[in-house]
């Protein structure tokens, strides 16, 4: 009986041995070969695609891809002003985790009507720049949240924008926030969909996210999320409604090379930099709207209902069968949404039909 007792606890710790080693050394099976594509991104955008270096770190520089169009002339509607000229808020469209300025394509001349508007693909989505930074280096931090706003107003003073409105999807409404904070006197208005406030998700130890093996960790999460779109899916109430198009146009940043690499970097970046926004919710006085699909499952109806409520000059609208991405589910709702808040508060001249 005691040898057997032995055999079986030696069995056991062998079992224990090689799990730890699995957890320890399982991870540096992960190639870190990056991903095979153009490095010329010109030989792959759309004819509205236009790109912009823009400084985002000492002595550094990236380029950044965005679409935009000039409002309406007020005196008269059919003819559009240049976008520098006009003088009214911009609209500027900010995307969430995992995707890019095309999704805004079928709500962005809803935008156009009101003004100029600008939509962007942040680091490292679409086909902006793919870049690495290795901190043991001196490289900048390209993926914090402090570099995404550095690098949303470095934009706008490209682009020459003075006041604007900020549009933001999931994480892109947590950097709406974070922008009206920042510098208040530049944002005149918020239009939050789906707002990512009340974040659940963990935050690890400096320490813990610089190891070896959660580098790699991290490079696998990213060429899952990156390869195969789960989000898109999940994001829907109703999957069956993504056409082929919308599928592919989402994967833009798979055209480029090495854009694993770089959503590596942004995911392991954000394991250690948390969603702080609600906690100053009540510091943001300007006009709000915050939009809900009724069946999202990224962020719970109960979530963007509290951040509505936080907020002091926030309107609250629920879209009904629709679910994390209203702007590419639900357009019309959206654009019936957001036309009569502008409508009611009058931020912008309103375009004769």
């Known amino acids: 009986m005691r040898t057997l007792l032995r055999i079986l606890l030696s069995l056991l710790l062998l079992l224990v041995l090689f799990g730890l080693l699995a957890v320890v050394l399982g991870p540096f099976l992960v190639s870190v070969n990056p991903a095979p594509g153009v490095a010329d991104v010109s030989s792959v955008a759309a004819a509205e695609s236009r790109f912009v270096r823009l400084p985002t770190g000492p002595d550094d520089t990236q380029t950044f891809h965005y679409v935009a169009r000039s409002g309406p002339d007020p005196k008269a509607p059919q003819l559009r002003e240049p976008l520098q ?8 469209l900010l995307h ?45 931090d390209l993926y914090s949240k402090t570099a995404a706003l550095e690098q ?13 409105i900020l549009v933001g999807n999931s994480s892109g409404g947590t950097l709406a926030l974070e922008a009206a904070l920042a510098q208040p006197e530049r944002v005149a208005g ?12 963990p935050v690890l130890p400096d320490w813990l996210v610089e190891l070896p093996q959660m580098r ?28 082929e198009e919308r599928r592919a146009v989402t994967g833009a940043h798979r055209l480029l090379a090495g854009w694993d690499l770089a ?35 990224v962020v719970p109806v109960s979530d963007t209902v509290a951040t509505a409520e936080a907020l002091a000059n926030a309107s609250l609208v629920t879209l009904p069968d629709c679910g994390h991405l209203p702007q590419e589910e639900c357009p019309a709702e959206v654009a019936s949404a ?12 309103i375009p004769a039909p």
């Open 85 to 92: 000229q006009d003088r009214r808020p911009a609209f500027v």
């Open 96 to 140: 969430g985790f995992t995707f890019n300025l095309f999704t805004w394509n079928q709500v962005f001349e809803t935008f156009a009507r009101y003004g100029p508007v600008v939509a962007y693909d942040q680091l490292p989505y679409g086909l902006s720049a793919k870049p690495v930074p290795d901190p043991t280096q001196g490289d900048p």
């Open 152 to 164: 949303l107003f470095a934009l706008l003073d490209a682009l020459e924008l003075e006041q604007v």
């Open 190 to 201: 918020l239009i939050l969909i789906a707002p990512w406030v009340h974040s659940k998700r």
């Open 216 to 243: 790699r960790i991290s490079l696998s999460l990213a060429r899952y999320l990156g390869r195969h779109s789960p989000l898109l899916d999940y994001s829907y109430a109703e999957p069956a409604r993504i056409d």
């Open 263 to 297: 959503w590596g970097a942004l995911l392991q970046r954000s394991l250690s930099d948390p969603v702080t926004i609600a906690e100053r919710l009540d510091e943001i006085a300007q006009p709000t709207l915050v939009l809900t699909g009724d069946a999202d499952r």
């Open 338 to 349: 957001v036309s009569a808040w502008l409508k009611a508060r009058g931020p912008v001249p």
